[in-house]
């Protein structure tokens, strides 16, 4: 899986694992969790949720967050976020 | 339903319009004979067909867009059976391709999904790009669809450069109007416009489907649109409440415009990390969404249904699927803590008042449940 200009996604400081939890619990424990890391840490939230491909980019939209892209898990997928100011 | 109970999803569904209801109980009485028939009864339901499909043709076209003949009219029943029917009278053979926009009605989707289907995204408003929608068109499309409008977020779509795009490439495109009859004026430049009688307060057995005179359309059931078939006493329903809902359609537009564009303000200030979603100029006058970041959206229509008000979502958690709803996915905006209000000529402004001061208190009520608080 790369990001934007086919380059691979950044390897994560931090892993949430939040499979079989349904939305908004994915967001929610992200938002838990970027105050307590640098700016520019990278953090992956695993979900299997339909909702998390559209919710995780639009929480990081909404909060100055930047969305780098998903890594396909066997169940569910990494949405990869790096902690904006 | 007790009587402060406030119902804010007409989108859903809304009580007949009482012009309607008067109509249908008399057409009950005079309407329940075969209009085939040659005899005193028959040749009254007759009558009272014939009237019914001039009243409906009469009124789509004082919509405006295009004048719209009674003998272009095929009566589907209902406002999904229209909308496929469209599609599936247009696809003569099972492989013609379909270009529809990501937003479409599900009716749309699931028998666009028949057969080749090309879907069109839109922006973060919910809008398709016209010349990103001409450019899915292909030399075997059988159809092209797009919405009126919305009946999620709102979004008017830009038919009208749409059908000139189509008419160029000589593909029919069929609107679909459910959501926007009887609230906006129509746009023009279609070949089939399909509409929902349930969504302008008549019967949920009616769909209208209109074919300009030309189109390579046949119904796409054996015997489809034969006039023994119909419920006539509810086409004469749908007929009479189209009139009504349209005599009142400026009035409504300019009394649940304000309403909108106040709930469109307020809930951005009263409300923290929310966001207002839909275009919030070219839109339908009555309906408005908006998505709350970490609220489940079931647990909150089920706070506001306890204070008093029924609303809609588009958060899967609320949908028999649980996938979120695809026009939400499509525009690239939250789809959980969702919230969908549809007014309707019963909504007065003190509900929607009531509505905005009780609403924080019920976000803030599901993300301290969750454990959301202060994040």
Redesign the interface.
Known sequence: MTGPGGLPLPQPDLVLDCLGR????P??EL??ALPALAVGAVVEVVSD???A???V???CR??GHSYLGAVPRTVGAGFRVRRGA | MPPDRVLLDAAAGLPMHPAARDALVAALDDGWADPAKLYGAGRRARLLLDGAREALADGLTSSGGQGVRPDELVLPPGGCAAARWAVQGSRRRAAGHVVHSAVEHSCVLLAADEGDATAVGVDRLGRVDPAGYGAALRPDTAVACLTAASHEVGTLQPVEQVAELCAARRVPLHVDAAAAVGRVPLPGGWSLLSADARAWGGPSSVGVLAVRTGTRWRAPLPGGGREDLVDLPAVVAAAVGLQAVLAEQDRERARLGPLVDLVRARVAALVPDVEVVGDPVGRLPHLVTFSCLYADGEALLTALDRRGFAVSSGSSCTSSTLEPSHVLVAMGVLTHGNVRLSLHRGTTADDVQRFLAVLPGAVAEVRAAAGAQGL
Not at chain 1, 22 to 25: G, I, K, M, R, S
């Open positions: 349904p939305c908004p619990v967001v929610i938002a838990r949720d339909p909702a491909q559209a919710d980019p639009a929480f909404m909060r």
